[in-house]
């Protein structure tokens, strides 16, 4: 029986530029997406997959993300008393339980895997998964729930994987594929960011990641790989031949929220998909288009 996975690592310690000015007092994980931050929507996941503790890799400014999860008796209080019970009920599934959150300060962005390694002594020896809360991932099944299932079936380590256009190939970690099981593949080589004429696909790692802890015991070397940094890319590498090493094409729609473009389609996506606001906005959206198209 593998051991379940109820740790999960959040690094949101980077510095957030392509969001500058809004990141200068703003996070980047509580920027909002409808009504909610970019935070609560991988908790959410996080939960649904059965994760009971949250490990926050967070750094200097990032104090509104931890002020967000904890509670609010005044506006609870006040909430109640004016009958506004459906509010109230939101805002208390925001709530996280004492000891349920741990933070853990990067005192210098040295990099993804350098982040997720800041979190060793609270992981331990047991697999844990890792998430990117500005990957916004849009499922029947939420994304990290789908790869704990398939995981129970592999173990080893286990990265999400979408394919991308190959002239983008160089903004992800790309997977070198060694057998291709359709959902899932087996993976013989992983490159982060390679020269587009390089990549061995066009597979890329999006971020949920279920990992084994030798995964933090290679961190430890704090090798640097691409732009200087200590990446995760390079550590799960290393255990391709030990561990093993799995691809998960998900099932869903994945939101690059650290781009400006990607947090727009988002935002448009979502409210769409949501009942109160969807005929509104596509009204609007409707006329922009015609103005648009008149234009042109
Ligand atoms: P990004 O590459 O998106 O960097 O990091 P960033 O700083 O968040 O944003 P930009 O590119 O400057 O706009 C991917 C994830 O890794 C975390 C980030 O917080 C983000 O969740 N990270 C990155 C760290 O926690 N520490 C680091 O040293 C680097």
Known sequence: MRNKVTKAVFPVAGLGTRFLPATKSVPKEIMTLVDRPLVQYAIDEARAAGIKEFIFITSRGKSALED???QSPILEQELRKKGKLDILEDLKSTNMESGAIAYMRQHKALGLG???WCARRLI????FAVMLPDD????????LQQMVEAYEETGGNMVAAMEVPYDKASSYGILDVKDDMGAMVSVKGMVEKPNVEDAPSNLAVIGRYILDPAVLRNLNKKQTG???EIQLTD??????DATGVYGYRFRGQRFDCGSKAGFLQATVAFG???DDLKDDLRGFLDSVMQIENAAE
């Open 68 to 70: 967000y999860f904890d």
């Open 114 to 116: 350098h982040a997720v």
């Open 124 to 127: 331990g020896d047991e697999p």
């Open 136 to 143: 916004v991932i849009s499922a029947e099944k939420p994304c």
């Open 226 to 228: 691409a732009g200087g």
């Open 235 to 240: 550590a799960i590498a290393q255990e391709i």
């Open 272 to 274: 769409l998909a949501r």
